[in-house]
């Protein structure tokens, strides 16, 4: 009896918390389909639209060009994601098992970069992507993220905690350095691989100030920066920046629904033994 | 002759290790450590219009900002963002971690359910939230006056606005933190929960005699994460916050003074030295953190 | 085994390198920043509204068929505009033309940013700088010397009031007679004490709508004539601020914190404002809104009894371009083009704004009969252009923050403008 009480408790509290997750999403939904008029009317206040209008809709996929956004989204996040693979993976490598001279220096400077609040590095990278000619561009954006230090860091927890013995195997079939990470360690720690490919893409997903500083063209914004913008555009033109707002969620939803295990592992692994 | 290398084996491990690490610590370099030198140099000087005509003016800036009232103001907004942040959204978290970590029913759905603010585009979340909190035709309000209740000025009081921003970032991260705790009950051997059933101890003394204790590894980390995610809060305020609502110098980051007065006041340099103190901030209280660590932080 | 994982990998770092360039190439095509382009025909024309941009959209398109060079607009809000253009001027890439601003002007020009038009204009038959108002001319000179950018609009105040609660309180239209103290009386009685309706609406984040009007009318000013010191202090400008702040201490307007959450046209649009007083621009927003379209109207400024004096201010944009323009001649087609009389005539047909050549505006009312646009040209007699100077931006944020505290009714008008006038006067000095 103790338990059927504890799972009925339980679950009400779940449900009462799931609706407070939602409600801000339903009320996103709805207000897109409203009409100006009825967002801001007040006697009687209107909860459901009278009419499912497309209006809002259909004016915001005209004002914004969705298809080039989300391409730039993905490109910019893509770019991010491989970049990071690339450079991290190797390097941790390195820092978990190789010995070398200066290497607890090098390591330093990962260390360093994690303590740091991003903000720091902001104005002189905008002034080096400026220099570069890179503003508005892809590349411009993924700069930041050419490296990773966290990467870094999570992928050389995540060899450290492999059998030494491997290498020595790998050493005896005739491998060389490269050889052994590549076809013998790397493959040891694709869920860490996954792992930091998902982090590293939410995150590139939501940066905001970055995109907003590096650039002030449509044509290369992704999709976060160029939705914040819009505040500026539409005022309290409440249904179309809802509708914005859903056009631009539904994508990454729909993803984290598919991959959801993905995610939750990825997460989950990125919060491991510190 | 002294030899650089004991062996031709470690000569190459030398040479593949630092190729290995060559990009990341390039990158690091360039990206990082070079920034953080420029930083700390264009903190000193003042920054002239179109980066033309810098002038060095030594400590002014660090004069300045710590008479800057709004400074100070801003420094106390982010710490009282994140004190309502942090621990809500850590406990709150916790407690449905704990809760899912049941096998209940639908389990998937409420995860996913629970996860979904953290996929949502942050300005979608700020919009929404700004219209539900609006003053005159938001949500919240109409149900108050539905129950009979006066409107609040959930944010553009100045006493309050910090509170239901913070809000609003507790509602974003909940289902990051329980992921993370979920990943961490999980690691709790099923026995010591069955000993101490057996000993007689009730749901509550085993939260906090074996689920605490053990989950503090996995607390601390996400303690510490948080915090300096909180005292770097921007998209939030940038979203929500407009130049003439009464509650902005309540609410202003130490962050968005930064972004104002490097990207939309053209002063880099004063921007550069309020970030300075920001990254003080952090190290002494990640320091701190790191000390008490020791104190309540439980490894096996 | 190991050719497929060499071909993988070569496929990735093809992809990323495809990535990389496209991201380049779509841009080198939008902007003029490949250092290596001859002529690249397409000129990047920047702007921060976008209820222009379809007007603006045609006139140009007269122009490629005229001159064979295309030009592609870009609308940045205007919150971004400035920051966009300065990181463009401090990289070298500003777009080709833009609008310039009374309040920024004297920045871009000290630091040479702007094409240097004066000799273009001089040697041109289409620019005659007489047929534009003087005051808007000379906004976009700089020290006598140089004319940066060319008179694009002008832009008034006027009334705008629902007739609809009007009719419902059996009070009479705003008519030519009107002064402020009509005004307020008329707020009062529009006003219900259950606060579904108020009378007026200030809008307290910009000036030129707002109270500037209210200062001028009255007998105050903002600054000298010779730009040298705040009149901010003046009793008449104490005075004009008194009254405006008196609608919401007086409860005939919403209180600050809705208006700061929601705007005063948003307000208006849904029912509840009975008054408020909007610039011109704020026509094609305002009349594509259908509740405004049957409910509203538009009247002269009122004016002060005591002075007799109706007042609007007024402004105008010019079009710039930039001093590094890989295209100065093809920049100065495009400028000369939008600016002549032919351009101007355009601009006010197609109900874009009213036109700064003289005579030309006179059309722009046609776009929307349905209301009284008459009274934006009719305000034209009795303009005050928008108080500038080298140092704007600066105190008019000052002086902005300054008055919100007035608007909460936490500090006087007095003091308020007290502060504002020294602190002026101290930028000023340093001009």
């Given at each position: 009896?103790?338990?059927?009480?504890?799972?009925?408790?339980?679950?009400?509290?779940?449900?009462?918390?799931?609706?407070?997750?939602?409600?801000?999403?339903?009320?996103?939904?709805?207000?897109?389909?409203?009409?100006?008029?009825?967002?801001?009317?007040?006697?009687?206040?209107?909860?459901?639209?009278?009419?499912?209008?497309?209006?809002?809709?259909?004016?915001?996929?005209?004002?914004?060009?969705?298809?080039?956004?989300?391409?730039?989204?993905?490109?910019f996040i893509i770019l991010r994601v491989l970049f990071a693979l690339a450079t991290a993976t190797i390097a941790a490598y390195a820092f978990a098992r190789l010995n070398f001279k200066g290497k607890n220096m090098a390591f330093s400077l990962v260390l360093i970069q994690m303590m740091i609040p991003s903000q720091i590095f902001i104005?002189?990278?905008?002034?080096?992507?400026?220099?570069?000619?890179?503003?508005?561009?892809?590349?411009?954006?993924v700069f930041p993220g050419i490296v990773t230090a966290f990467g870094t860091f999570l992928l050389r927890q995540a060899f450290m905690g492999l059998p030494k013995e491997l290498e020595e195997a790998a050493k005896l079939d005739g491998c060389n350095t490269f050889q052994t990470f590549y076809y013998v360690m790397l493959p040891l720690v694709k869920s860490s691989l996954v792992s930091l490919g998902i982090f590293t893409a939410l995150f590139a997903f939501k940066d905001l100030m970055w995109p907003l500083i590096v650039n002030t063209e449509q044509s290369t914004m992704p999709l976060a920066a160029a939705l914040a913008k819009l505040q500026g555009q539409y005022g309290s033109n409440y249904p179309e920046l809802m509708a914005a707002s859903v056009i631009s969620c539904i994508p990454m939803i729909i993803i984290y629904i598919i991959f959801q295990r993905q995610f939750v592992e990825g997460i989950a692994k990125s919060g491991g033994k510190l | 002759m002294k030899k650089l290398f004991a062996s031709k084996a470690e000569k190459n491990e030398f040479i593949s290790g630092w190729l290995f690490i060559l990009p990341t610590v390039v990158g690091l370099v360039v990206l990082n450590i070079i920034p953080l030198i420029k930083t700390i140099y264009e903190s000193f000087f003042k920054t002239g219009a179109f980066g033309k005509g810098n002038v060095f003016i030594g400590l002014d800036n660090y004069r300045r900002l710590f008479t800057d009232e709004e400074v100070w103001q801003a420094l106390i907004n982010t710490f009282k963002y994140a004190i309502i942040e942090v621990p809500l959204s850590i406990i709150i978290a916790m407690f449905i971690a704990v809760l899912l970590n049941k096998k209940v029913k639908g389990r998937t759905v409420y995860r996913t359910i629970y996860f979904l603010p953290m996929v949502a585009a942050p300005a979608a979340v700020a919009m929404v939230w700004r219209w539900l909190y609006n003053n005159e035709f938001g949500l919240l309000n109409y149900i108050r006056r539905v129950v009979g209740q006066n409107p609040v000025n959930w944010i553009s009081d100045p006493k309050i606005a910090i509170i239901f921003l913070a809000l609003v970032g507790v509602w974003s991260v909940i289902g990051y933190n329980m992921i993370l705790f979920l990943a961490g009950l999980q690691e709790i051997p099923k026995d010591y929960y069955e000993a101490a059933t057996i000993d007689g101890a009730g749901n509550i003394r085993k939260f906090f005699n074996i689920t605490l204790p053990l989950i503090s590894p996995t607390m601390f980390f996400v303690v510490v994460t948080r915090i300096i995610a909180a005292l770097q809060m921007f998209d939030v305020i940038y979203m929500m916050i407009d130049k003439s609502n009464p509650a902005l110098k309540k609410t202003q980051s130490l962050v968005y003074l930064f972004y104002k007065h490097s990207f939309i006041q053209s002063e880099k340099g004063y921007g550069a030295a309020i970030v300075m103190l920001l990254l003080v901030v952090i190290l002494l209280i990640t320091a701190l953190q790191m000390y008490a660590q020791k104190k309540w932080v439980h490894y096996e | 085994m190991r050719i497929k994982k060499i071909l993988s990998m070569t496929l990735l770092v093809t992809i990323m390198l495809t990535f990389a360039a496209c991201g380049g190439k779509n841009t080198a095509d939008r902007t003029v920043k490949d250092n290596n382009s001859g002529s690249n025909d397409k000129l990047v024309v920047a702007i921060w509204d976008k209820n222009q941009l379809n007007g603006l959209e045609e006139i140009i398109d007269g122009f490629t068929k005229e001159t064979g060079i295309e030009a592609d607009i870009q609308v940045t809000p205007w919150d971004q505009y400035w920051t966009m253009l300065e990181a463009g001027a401090t990289g070298g890439q500003l777009p080709d033309v833009f609008w310039m601003h009374s309040n920024e002007i004297a920045k871009y020009a000290e630091y040479e940013m702007l094409l240097d038009l004066t000799d273009r204009i001089n040697s041109s038959d289409k620019i005659d700088l007489s047929k534009y108002p003087k005051d808007i001319v000379d906004l976009y000179n700089w020290n006598n010397e140089k004319q940066y950018a060319v008179p694009k609009d002008i832009d008034t105040i006027a009334l705008w009031y629902n007739k609809?609660?009007?009719?419902?309180?059996?009070?009479?239209?705003?008519?030519?007679?009107?002064?402020?103290?009509?005004?307020?009386?008329?707020?009062?009685?529009?006003?219900?004490?259950?606060?579904?309706?108020?009378?007026?609406?200030?809008?307290?984040g910009n000036n030129q709508d707002g109270w500037y009007n209210m200062i001028y009318s009255m007998g105050g000013a903002v600054i000298s004539d010779d730009?040298?010191?705040?009149?901010?202090?003046?009793?008449?400008?104490?005075?004009?601020?008194?009254?405006?702040?008196s609608f919401i201490k007086e409860g005939y307007s919403p209180n600050y914190e809705v208006l700061s959450e929601n705007s005063v046209d948003s307000l208006f649009k849904s029912g509840k404002i009975a008054m408020v007083i909007l610039g011109s621009w704020m026509v094609n927003d305002f009349m594509s809104n259908d509740y405004v379209k049957t409910n509203a109207d538009v009247a002269l400024l009122p004016k002060d009894a005591f002075t007799g004096r109706r007042i609007s201010l007024y402004n105008g944009l010019g079009w710039a371009a930039s001093a590094n323009t890989k295209n100065p001649d093809n920049a100065w087609k495009l400028i000369e083009y939008l600016c002549s009389k032919e351009g101007q005539q355009k601009q006010a047909d197609l109900g874009v704004t009213m036109s700064a050549y003289e005579g030309t505006s006179d059309n722009w009312k046609n776009l929307y009969p349905e209301v009284n646009l008459q009274a934006y040209l009719d305000m034209k007699e009795n303009i005050v252009i928008r108080p500038y100077s080298k140092s704007t931006v600066i105190w008019e944020n000052y002086a902005t923050e300054k008055l919100v505290d007035v608007w909460r009714g936490i500090i006087t008008a007095e003091e308020a403008c007290k502060s504002i006038a020294s602190r002026m006067n101290e930028l000023l000095k340093q001009e």
């Open positions: 009896m103790d338990k059927r009480e504890n799972k009925l408790s339980s679950h009400i509290l779940l449900i009462i918390g799931a609706i407070i997750m939602l409600v801000p999403f339903v009320w996103m939904i709805l207000t897109s389909f409203k009409t100006i008029t009825e967002t801001t009317q007040l006697d009687p206040f209107v909860i459901f639209p009278s009419k499912w209008r497309f209006d809002a809709y259909k004016s915001v996929i005209k004002q914004m060009n969705f298809l080039l956004l989300y391409w730039n989204t993905i490109k104005i002189p990278q905008y002034q080096m992507v400026s220099k570069l000619g890179l503003l508005n561009t892809t590349l411009g954006l | - | 609809t609660m009007f009719d419902e309180a059996g009070l009479a239209y705003p008519n030519e007679d009107w002064t402020w103290d009509d005004f307020k009386e008329a707020a009062k009685k529009l006003t219900k004490s259950d606060g579904s309706q108020y009378g007026y609406a200030l809008n307290p730009k040298k010191t705040s009149k901010m202090d003046d009793t008449n400008t104490i005075k004009a601020i008194e009254f405006a702040a």
